[in-house]
């Protein structure tokens, strides 16, 4: 296989390339509003903290600027304004405005460049496609990122507000997602050019988003936590290093790897967060799915704006304020769910402040809130806006339910005792072993911090009892709701990423500091979240390899068979070339009938798609009563086994399609006399053959 059609090596440059671009927008602009406004003394500050508070502001600040540009002026705007803060920073770094500024120690940046370059080859390993010989992998996570890389594209091709790239019924739908994150990851695809296509702007955001989380515990080691310089950097070391630990996954999945190679089960997760009601490791999430991790940025980002700001008088303090509220207001774009938690937090806190009479806490807390509200009015607003019936946006979107324990869940069904109250008592009485199986290490350690901290007999500081409640709030949601919008927990899921992070900070305290008896047990556990966090790095990047060989069962939305790896190439090299001969607006039709999702279409066609499912994954936005329609005419063209298919011409005028993919895996294929074989393609391979739809000959495809 010669170098130009080594996928692999495409990827792994053209990610590189979007890692390079990101500063643009997930570094510059947070130096420029922290310079301008001198946030934190940043003026006066080392470049290390000045990289450090860079990152997670400009992931707070920038999405919802964004946003906001986009939709009430143009994405020209948008550009503008990064333009703006590109020319501002470089002429604040050209004039060296040095001022006495101290300079952070070699050690030091080594250390940052050794953390940095670390995560970015496990990022690229993690995600790029895996070619071997003539057979192509993607990682199990582009189930999930599949699906983030056509919204990406949907936002680089119309704008904001985006479209659903999933269902075209002769007119663009809205768009109905938290894709704040994606916004900034749609400006890395534009800028890289054809080089740099939506995928990899994802995967260069995976990694800036793990910078993010790491500068973050730097920076509350050193704002909010901080001990002397003489204990800093290894407590921000010890921190960082701590999200490579989950929790003990890996016993519940060493039982089932045991029960599958004696055949007492056929199945094995694809992941070992997937035993279970998932209680996702920081590194999983920041591979999975990175843009919940932004909006937890974001909001941890707020909360040490609001932190600062009672520590200065007049405009001083309302302009920590202000950012404050515009980081959360971007933290809502991202991901609802965080901001969910997160918000009843600070909800909380202002509570406490009241109750504690510390005014200027209180009144920064409110300004913030009341400014993330008007900020994130409209964007809330276009979320039930142009839905039609059956959109799947009735209903109150989040339910009371005590997380699941599914062993529990298993042997309550086995007896036929699995109503809702009977789960409920089941789950809520095995709480603390489900999460001590979730959260392991860490919630040791927490108990450990917590009973240390209260035999001293002492109040708690104010930043103690701020983490303590930070910690209780989410744990409290993320045990008793659950969110209902396409079967998924993600309230549940994501929200307990609030809890970890508190949690993270006082394991660091245990490992750190003498005062706390460490024992053996606290060791083992450690060293079991790490082993798992490695493990599932492995599995998530060779499940697909190890299936396709028969090591592993299949995955009904990989593969029916052990061709994966040989239609993936084939699949790719197809989009690939509709992509370069066909007009960037084309719309593109694949069989809408699979399980669960045509992932390799969702990952490569970077086209809007006509009818991506049976339901057009109208839950994404649109009318989902102009769904039915398309798949009758979709149908038409890729009906099931032993129905005859139509005639591609006017199924295609129904349609409203410019290119048709049809693959071995379809049922038409397997007819010899159907227009797959009759009709000639624009382009074919051993297992897909690209067609022009509308006129059947192409004409409307190269137009």
């Given at each position: 296989m010669g170098l130009l059609h080594n996928f692999t090596l495409t990827d792994i440059a053209a990610s590189i390339a979007a890692v390079c671009l990101f500063p643009l927008f997930v570094l510059i602009p947070g130096y420029?509003?922290?310079?301008?406004?001198?946030?934190?003394?940043?003026?006066?500050?080392?470049?290390?903290?000045?990289?450090?508070?860079?990152?997670?502001?400009?992931?707070?600040?920038?999405?919802?600027?964004?946003?906001?540009?986009?939709?009430?002026?143009?994405?020209?705007?948008?550009?503008?304004?990064y333009a703006a803060s590109w020319v501002y920073v470089s002429v604040v770094v050209l004039r060296?405005?040095?001022?006495?500024?101290?300079?952070?120690?070699?050690?030091?940046?080594?250390?940052?460049?050794?953390?940095?370059?670390?995560?970015?080859?496990?990022?690229?390993?993690?995600?790029?496609?895996?070619?071997?010989?003539?057979k192509l992998y993607y990682s199990t996570t582009a189930f999930d990122f599949s699906v983030r890389t056509q919204f990406i594209h949907a936002i680089s091709s119309t704008g904001i507000p985006p479209a659903n790239?999933?269902?075209?019924?002769?007119?663009?739908?809205?768009?109905?997602?938290?894709?704040?994150?994606?916004?900034?990851?749609?400006?890395?695809?534009?800028?890289?050019?054809?080089?740099?296509?939506?995928r990899h702007a994802w995967i260069g955001g995976a990694f800036w988003c793990g910078a993010g989380l790491m500068a973050l515990v730097a920076l509350f080691f050193r704002l909010i936590a901080y001990r002397g310089p003489e204990t800093f950097r290894r407590r921000t070391l010890v921190g960082i290093l701590l999200l490579g630990v989950t929790g003990l996954n890996i016993l519940p999945n060493a039982l089932l790897w045991v029960a599958y190679s004696m055949g007492i089960t056929g199945f094995i997760p694809a992941s070992l967060e997937f035993w279970n009601e998932?209680?996702?490791?920081?590194?999983?999430?920041?591979?999975?799915?990175?843009?919940?991790?932004?909006?937890?940025?974001?909001?941890?980002?707020?909360?040490?704006?609001?932190?600062?700001?009672?520590?200065?008088?007049?405009?001083?303090?309302?302009?920590?304020?202000?950012?404050?509220?515009?980081?959360?207001a971007s933290s809502v774009g991202a991901s609802i769910y965080i901001v969910f938690v997160f918000g009843a937090f600070l909800l909380l806190w202002t509570v406490v402040t009241i109750a504690k009479k510390w005014r200027a806490e209180t009144a920064t807390l409110i300004a913030a809130g009341a400014l993330c509200v008007v900020l994130a009015l409209p964007y809330l607003a276009s979320m039930t806006a142009g839905s039609g019936p059956g959109a799947g946006v009735g209903g109150f979107p989040i339910?009371?339910?005590?997380?699941?324990?599914?062993?529990?869940?298993?042997?309550?069904?086995?007896?036929?005792?699995?109503?809702?109250?009977?789960?409920?008592?089941?789950?809520?009485?095995?709480?603390?072993?489900?999460?001590?199986?979730?959260?392991?290490?860490?919630?040791?350690?927490?108990?450990?911090?917590?009973?240390r901290r209260r035999a001293r007999r002492e109040p708690l500081t104010r930043a103690?009892?701020?983490?303590?409640?930070?910690?209780?709030?989410?744990?409290?949601?993320?045990?008793?709701?659950?969110?209902?919008?396409?079967?998924?927990?993600?309230?549940?899921?994501?929200?307990?990423?609030?809890?970890?992070?508190?949690?993270?900070l006082w394991s660091v305290d245990v490992l750190t500091d003498r005062r706390y008896k460490r024992s053996m047990v606290l060791a083992v556990m450690l060293a079991l979240g790490a082993a798992g966090t490695v493990c599932d790095v492995f599995l998530l990047r060779l499940y697909p390899v190890l299936a396709d060989r028969g090591a592993l069962p299949e995955l009904g939305?990989?593969?029916?068979?052990?061709?994966?790896g040989e239609r993936n190439y084939a699949v790719r090299e197809a989009y690939e070339w509709a992509d370069r001969h066909t007009p960037a607006g084309a719309i593109v039709q694949f069989s809408p009938q699979f399980a669960y999702q045509d992932t390799p279409g969702f990952l490569y066609s970077n086209r809007?798609?006509?009818?991506?499912?049976?339901?057009?994954?109208?839950?994404?936005?649109?009318?989902?009563?102009?769904?039915?329609?398309?798949?009758?005419?979709?149908?038409?063209?890729?009906?099931?086994?032993?129905?005859?298919?139509?005639?591609?011409?006017?199924?295609?005028?129904?349609?409203?399609?410019d290119i048709l993919i049809a693959k071995d895996t379809d049922f038409v294929w397997s007819v010899h006399d159907s227009w797959v074989w009759r009709e000639k393609p624009l382009y074919a391979n051993r297992l897909v053959r690209v067609f022009g739809c509308r006129n059947a000959t192409g004409q409307s495809a190269n137009r």
């Open positions: 420029a509003v922290a310079w301008l406004l001198d946030l934190f003394d940043f003026r006066r500050r080392t470049w290390l903290f000045r990289w450090a508070l860079s990152i997670p502001l400009s992931i707070a600040i920038a999405p919802i600027l964004s946003y906001l540009a986009g939709r009430y002026l143009s994405m020209t705007a948008v550009w503008l304004l060296g405005r040095k001022d006495g500024m101290p300079r952070s120690s070699a050690g030091a940046w080594r250390m940052a460049v050794a953390i940095l370059s670390i995560w970015g080859a496990l990022a690229l390993f993690s995600l790029v496609d895996l070619q071997l010989g003539g790239p999933f269902f075209f019924p002769g007119h663009a739908q809205p768009l109905r997602y938290h894709y704040f994150w994606l916004i900034l990851c749609s400006m890395v695809d534009v800028a890289g050019g054809a080089f740099v296509g939506a998932q209680v996702d490791g920081f590194t999983f999430t920041a591979l999975w799915e990175a843009h919940y991790l932004a909006a937890l940025i974001a909001c941890l980002m707020a909360f040490l704006l609001l932190w600062e700001a009672p520590r200065h008088t007049g405009a001083a303090r309302w302009k920590y304020a202000a950012v404050g509220g515009i980081a959360l339910a009371f339910r005590v997380r699941r324990f599914f062993p529990v869940d298993v042997i309550l069904a086995s007896q036929g005792r699995d109503q809702a109250w009977q789960l409920a008592l089941a789950n809520g009485a095995t709480l603390p072993l489900n999460y001590l199986l979730e959260l392991g290490f860490f919630l040791a350690a927490g108990l450990l911090w917590w009973r103690e009892l701020a983490i303590a409640l930070m910690i209780a709030t989410s744990v409290a949601i993320c045990s008793c709701l659950c969110s209902t919008p396409a079967g998924n927990n993600d309230l549940g899921w994501r929200g307990m990423l609030v809890a970890q992070f508190g949690l993270l939305w990989m593969s029916p068979d052990h061709k994966l809007q798609i006509a009818a991506a499912d049976q339901g057009c994954l109208g839950g994404f936005g649109g009318d989902a009563s102009l769904c039915a329609p398309l798949v009758a005419a979709a149908d038409l063209l890729f009906p099931e086994g032993g129905q005859l298919a139509s005639e591609s011409s006017a199924a295609c005028e129904k349609l409203g399609a």
